[in-house]
């Protein structure tokens, strides 16, 4: 793990520029313009959406012209979605220029996650190898949320002091700090010279993992955008906490059980926790309190924590080697379109039934993909 420190400690601060905003900005675009809950899907949804155009891409640059500089890359991208952000600050009075400006603020962030996370996690697989790629994914995952759990508590106390501006602020300078750290590590050689494996080879091997991470996602993204919603209109305090309490248990799980995925089967580790996913899925929706909504909240983190490195060593393990960096590209891309339609289409059921329709609705999807988890499983 000591080898992978640096990278990590790249991931954790550059998505703290997330983390930042998940607490606050569907409080920013619901209660202060005043714009409907489908709308705060849609904004939070789009950052997914964009990452669907950007993932291949990153992916392919990885492999060909090294990890470090999709890093570097995507931190460049990440100043300019602070800048975005700021913007719509100008234009409050304008909901529909403001709203516009932020969705193109989160499609920026999109693109600039798809290199940072892509570039780190091929560059994990460079340093340690592909047979350890569910510990690689589980870690560079576990910096991530670690960054989203510390990065909400941050926003939402910035967002007290000093509006979403403040937010929007630390969003452009964080990135400039990171690339500071970034500077000095050595870079590894492209894991890829030779001819490319054509693109729908990678696809064919990635696609039925890919599916099964996109279906648990969905709770992801209710988690994401919905449970601070929901926190508010039940009176839950504080209205971070659930969030907090998903990537907290989800940090643990990754910390203590990343390598599970590589010594007893990704698909076997993925069925299971897809089930543990739910369930918290489910007291969300039943929860009367902030301590049951926490409880379910912190299972949805934990089953969720290794579905995604757990499938996602059935996909490296079906993909060229060659092709590492493509392979997680793709795979990750069923996550953006999950995260990027799904949101927003969430949204509009909460609309229509309520935001604990939302977290009912999830639990159903989220169990969808345990069928992929057991096919995967009788086929290893």
Do not use: C
Not at 73 to 91: C, D, N, P, R
Not at 148 to 166: D, E, H, Q, W
Not at 178 to 193: E, F, G, M, N
Not at 229 to 254: H, N, Q, S, T, Y
């Amino acid at each position: 793990m000591a080898a992978l420190l640096p990278v990590m400690a790249t991931v954790f601060i550059a998505f703290l520029i997330i983390g930042l905003a998940l607490p606050v900005l569907p409080l920013h675009v619901h209660h202060g313009p005043g714009l409907s809950i489908f709308v705060v899907g849609l904004v939070t949804g789009s950052q997914f959406a964009a990452a669907i155009i950007s993932r291949v891409w990153a992916g392919n640059f990885a492999d060909t012209r090294g990890a470090k500089q999709a890093v570097v890359i995507g931190l460049g991208t990440a100043v300019a979605s602070g800048l975005f952000y700021l913007l719509s600050l100008a234009f409050t009075r304008t909901p529909v220029v403001s709203v516009s400006m932020l969705l193109l603020g989160r499609a920026v962030l999109g693109g600039a996650e798809s290199f940072i996370i892509t570039g780190a996690v091929t560059w994990g697989l460079a340093i340690l190898g592909q047979e350890q790629a569910g510990r690689v994914i589980a870690w560079m995952g576990m910096a991530m949320f670690a960054a989203f759990a510390v990065g909400a508590a941050l926003g939402a106390s910035l967002y007290a002091a000093g509006g979403f501006f403040a937010v929007a602020l630390a969003t452009t300078l964080v990135p400039i700090v990171t690339l500071l750290l970034v500077a000095p590590l050595s870079p590894v050689l492209p894991a890829r010279r030779a001819a490319r494996p054509a693109l729908i080879r990678v696809a064919r091997a990635v696609w039925m993992p890919g599916v099964g991470s996109a279906l648990s996602s969905i709770g992801f993204g209710a988690v994401l955008a919905f449970s601070a919603l929901i926190a508010k209109e039940r009176g839950w305090e504080p209205v971070w906490l659930p969030f907090g309490a998903f990537a907290a248990a989800l940090v643990a799980a990754r910390a203590f059980l990343g390598h599970v995925p590589d010594t007893l089967g990704g698909a076997r580790v993925a069925l299971v926790s897809v089930v543990v996913e739910a369930v918290g899925l489910a007291l969300i929706w039943l929860a009367s309190g902030s301590l049951l909504a926490a409880i379910g909240a912190g299972l949805t983190g934990f089953g969720y924590a290794l579905v995604y490195p757990g499938l996602g060593v059935e996909a490296v393990r079906r993909a060229p080697p060659e092709s590492r960096g493509l392979a997680m590209g793709a795979y990750t891309v069923f996550l953006d379109v999950a995260l990027g339609f799904g949101t927003p289409i969430l949204g509009l059921i909460g609309g229509w039934a309520g935001l604990g329709a939302v977290f009912l609705s999830s639990t159903l999807v989220v169990l969808a993909g345990s069928v992929f988890a057991a096919r995967l499983t009788s086929s290893s």
